[in-house]
């Protein structure tokens, strides 16, 4: 009798803690491509819908070196939410990783540093219409 509640108490085990999994990365270990194969960026802002594609390698390689040791650590509610500020989009010919400053693929997060301010200010800074 108790060896047969041994594996379902080891299973309960095993499902709750792979559930509660996410634990802090940076965009470097949560994007899995290579930032040096990113030919093409779209940053959309969430305030206005104005988007801005960048194409140029060395925009965009000098945008991802400044985010791609930001930390992006798991919020406690994972409730999903709505709108966001900015949602950056990169493209590696066809194939695209969408997040957004307090989501990656449908989790929540805040970032160490605030990755706000350097977005805003990339973004901002495009002289592009």
């Keep these: 009798m108790k060896l047969a509640k041994v594996p379902i108490v ?3 085990i095993v499902i709750l803690t792979g559930c509660n999994s996410l634990e802090s990365k940076t965009l470097t270990q949560l994007y899995k ?20 594609i ?20 798991p919020e406690d509610n994972q409730e999903t939410e709505k709108g966001f500020r900015y949602g950056i989009t ?14 990656v693929n449908n989790h929540n997060y805040y970032t160490e540093p605030d ?13 592009i219409q």
């Design 90 to 103: 990169l493209m590696e010919g066809e194939k695209s990783f969408t997040f957004t400053m307090n989501q």
């Design 54 to 73: 960048v194409s140029e390698k060395v925009v965009i390689d000098e945008f991802l070196e400044k985010i791609k040791d930001i930390q992006f650590i």
């Design 115 to 127: 990755m706000y301010p350097i977005v805003v200010g990339f973004y901002t800074g495009l002289d």
């Design 10 to 12: 080891y299973m309960l």
């Design 33 to 52: 491509g290579q930032f040096v194969d990113v030919d093409q960026m779209i940053i959309l802002d969430g305030t206005t819908g104005h988007q801005k």
